[in-house]
């Protein structure tokens, strides 16, 4: 093997964890590798001039745009939180579009999937990103295939992460690829990553999260279905809980949310089997019944209708030991 060439693209406002984590991996690597196969790591920016990050650290690029003129074996772009709202940055989409896809291997971190998208690199890929921007990245690049709920996604030499921490599993991953699981889960030990996640897990879910003053009709309802997930809740039972007429609990629900009530429901039970899965060695049949599904069957239909396995297999590739 030959020493792996990393560049990481940054830029004013980047989120500094999108930066520092995946650095952290290869480097971590680096010390479970002899010297000859050991990462390199850069940054690539507009310019070597200062760059303030979102929390106001501040980071200088190794290298411009102009002068990073080679292949390499991976180029990462990281995320910030006004990427998505922000003009293209033509220098940037440029030297993605000619030495990103050179690479053995290219994606983005978080956020950093708009920037592959205004380089017209996610047409036709299927890619993930931050759950509060999925919908926004569908929008803006509506011939990608934007995957709203996985840690990381892999089309071909495309990589893509969540939000944020992911950038850490990804690389883990992207570790194990290079030079194997036991690497991989070396550096997570070293880091003191609890838990590898894979890509197919869920990301931080907001399902689980009330997101609504506790007051109001909405978030009476979530807080009552978060803390009772065993029970039964036709909408005329969420209307009771929220005070509202049906019709008034449904329309909220969709406004608010983007989803009906019963697909609000069912989402909160299967986020909450999948953590019992991969923490749990509790039989299917308890899991389900603790979760509010009628038995294994719905939560099996459940599962393969919105994440194509099935309980059983998800816990064969997540289980945590």
Not at 10 to 27: M, N, S, Y
Not at 28 to 45: I, K, M, Q, R, S
Request: contains cysteine; negative net charge.
């Amino acid at each position: 093997m030959a020493k792996k060439e990393v560049a990481l693209v940054i830029f004013e406002g980047v989120q500094a964890l999108d930066v520092a984590g995946p650095l952290d991996v290869f480097t971590t690597a680096n010390g479970f590798l002899p010297e000859e196969d050991h990462y390199h790591c850069v940054l690539v920016a507009a310019s070597t001039q200062r760059l303030r990050s979102s929390n106001g650290m501040w980071m200088v690029a190794d290298f411009t745009f102009d002068q990073a003129g080679q292949s390499f074996h991976t180029v990462l772009v990281a995320g910030g939180p006004h990427l998505p709202t922000t003009l293209p940055d033509a220098a940037m989409s440029e030297w993605l579009r000619q030495w990103g896809v050179a690479a053995q291997r290219y994606g983005s971190i978080c956020t950093g999937a708009f920037a592959l998208g205004h380089a017209g690199l996610l047409d036709g890929r299927t890619v993930t990103t931050h759950w509060l921007c999925s919908e926004q990245l569908a929008s803006q690049f509506p011939s990608a295939r934007v995957e709203h709920d996985r840690i990381h996604a892999r089309d071909g030499r495309l990589v893509t992460s969540a939000g944020v921490t992911a950038g850490i599993d990804l690389s883990l991953a992207l570790v194990g690829e290079d030079y194997g699981q036991a690497i991989s889960l070396a550096c997570a030990k070293a880091l003191v990553v609890v838990a590898q996640r894979q890509g197919g897990q869920s990301q931080f879910s907001p399902l689980l999260v009330a997101g609504r003053a506790s007051e109001t009709p909405l978030g009476k309802v979530q807080t009552y279905v978060m803390e009772h997930m065993g029970e039964s809740f036709p909408v005329e039972r969420l209307a009771d809980i929220g005070g509202v007429s049906p019709r008034s609990i449904a329309r909220l629900f969709v406004t608010e949310l983007g989803v009906t009530p019963h697909e609000y429901v069912e989402g909160i039970r299967l986020d909450q089997a999948r953590n019992l899965l991969e923490s749990t060695e509790l039989p299917l049949k308890t899991i389900a019944f603790d979760c509010g599904f009628s038995g294994p069957d719905q939560m099996r239909s459940a599962f393969q209708r919105r994440i194509s396995v099935t309980p059983l297999q998800y816990r064969g590739s997540f289980r945590r030991v």
